[in-house]
């Protein structure tokens, strides 16, 4: 047993009430034997890359909380004419800049269930500016899960098919819910931010998915051809990088012509955030490119007499595939708030297209902003949504290498 | 080291050119020109548009010519210092935007210096608490300071300054020193006003910083030489000041690069937002009205300041560390 190692080393000694005995198998040591796995460690070690970084990000607890926040957005997005109260372009001539409703559950100490008080208007016999306040008299019920029958509700869903059914509305046509307020044409503030989460949480993925090809290609064209190729390709992304982005992207979406339909307007944009996007993308590529190149598991597949496109979709792409995608999270985020500046500053997106920045837009006279705060809350969104790929972005960078 | 300042000088020539004939071409893109632009506004006002006028205005101001020669005139003339004529103004560039030029430098450079000092003290307090309640409040509030668009931050900033202290904070300067030659005055009444926008835009750039001082810091504090150090006694505060922190201000000279673009870009909104007399409202009006030889010098203005700002931080990080100054190479 211990017998043969001084005690004063182990610090165990018979002398201690509380000594561990040491154990030492007497077994004959065989090298040949194979370590026995138990069945986690087994699945631990045979997990593929994809398992491991799945297991990695799970441990990230804000990147997957935020991960379900843009899931839930992006649900939001999609179903947004039921998700909003009112249809896009709805007004209610009468109740023209109404401060937000708060929500309440309670009237006169009784529960009602969620309900909103209407309003009391009057005009500022000086400023000829409309005054509202709650009326506690007027008690508005929400319904929710209801198909409206209220002006404003009817929708054509994705303009496909007509549809009245919404997650909440208001009781009848005369009790309206603005839980954010109104604009200057009385059109519901919650159900334009709800109807702008479409284009601003589209642009960004339809731009990063631009942004990705002419990165990856540019950039694998860099790092596999080297030389002449792989100069240029530098030079010219550090010249597009000695730009500041957004006067170029004001420059340029400025030059878009004024005759161009909405639509063309907004694939136009989301071409020029691609345009400035894709210089750190390549370079990424590049760069992984070049190092994995010279890694082991690729010098061995080349000597195993792999072609090339083997080595590179096999062996290289795989490699920094999940480091790309971590990136791109990151780069999302840059240009929703391109599209948010560019829009706010009226060179992006135009009426009747309706994001974020379209809404801020209106909010750009600082006026209209002491009178009317609420013209404000889109920014909510856009401050979330950008926190949120963060975070998640954050996350998978992380998780990008599940071996270190 | 002379070497690589002159491999360095020689490098910026093809950089620039490059860069004037991008924005050539951009200020060239909408179809049309400025004098198309004057037509149709004369003819919605009902105005009788005379085509000789408009030959003679077209020639006098070069827009006959082919593009590519338009393009040599304008760099010639960005060369002798003459940086065309606004056409919306009707008054040479340089002398519209001499003075926006100059604010422009001041509020770039007060914001670098902002993010710099901020940064510096913020950064390296969070580094030696990590995980201390300080740590993770400064982490929060440098996320929000990520997410929070500049110009959003000076919207609310106004709306709330108008609120609580029934002020505006726009401006760079007080009103009536704004077409005035430069004073004592005029220049403690910039400062006075520069806190605002300096915040404003430093904000996002401030709270990178953070981060990354932080981690490099951390990774620095763990390194052997740290434990070292203080297993043979060294006083706490030496033991920061004396390799650690030196060896992690790296990134404040190397990121001028990137943050030099993030500033601008932010001062271009936010410009516009607190109305101040820099590049902001100016080019986005120019801009659409393309006013191009304007929007072309202001566009050329701010990629200069972004070249010879990388120039100086590659500059400084060569006399700092000898690694880059031996191999000859750039800093990325």
Redesign the interface.
Known sequence: MSGDRPEDETGSGPNKPDAVPHFVSDEPFNADVEVVLTPEQEKYYMASQWRLMWWKLKRHKIAVAAGIFLLLLYLIAAFAEVVAPYELQHRDARNVFAPPQAIHLFHEGKLVGPFVYGYNSKRDPETLQKIYTPDPTKVHRIRFLCSGGYKGSEYEFWGLFKGDFHLFCPTDRRSPVFLLGTDRLGRDMFSRIVYGSRISLSIGLIGIVLSFMLGIVIGGMAGFYGGLVDNLVQ?LI??L????????W???S??L?AKWSPLLIYFGITLILALLDWPSLARAVRSKLLSLREEDFAVAANLMGASTKRIIGRHLVPGFASHLIASASLAI?EMI?GE??LS??G?GLRPPVTSWGVL?NE??N?QV??LY?WL?AP?IP??LT??AF??LGDGLRDAADPYK | MFRYIVHRLLLMIPTLLAVSAIVFVIIQLPPGDYLETLIAEMQSRGEAVDQNQIEALRRAYGLDKSPVEQYFSWLFGLLQGDFGWSFEHNRPVSELIGQRILLTFVVTFSTIAFIWIVSFVIGTYVATRQYSVSDHVATLIGYLGLATPNFLLALVLMYLANQWFDTSIGGIMDDEYRNQPWSLDKMLSVLEHLWIPVIVIGTSGTAGMIRRLRANLLDELHKQYVVTGRAKGLHPRKLLWKYPLRMALNPFIADIGSILPEVISGSAVVAVVLNLDITGRMLLDALRAQDMYLAGSFLMFLALLVVIGTLLSDLALAALDPRIRLSGGTTR
């Open positions: 030079r550090e010249i990088k000695s730009f500041p982005r957004l006067p170029l004001m420059a340029l400025a030059s012509p985020p708030l948010t500046a706010f500053l060179l801020l909010a750009q600082i902003v002491v705060p404000m920014m856009v401050i950008i926190l963060n975070f």
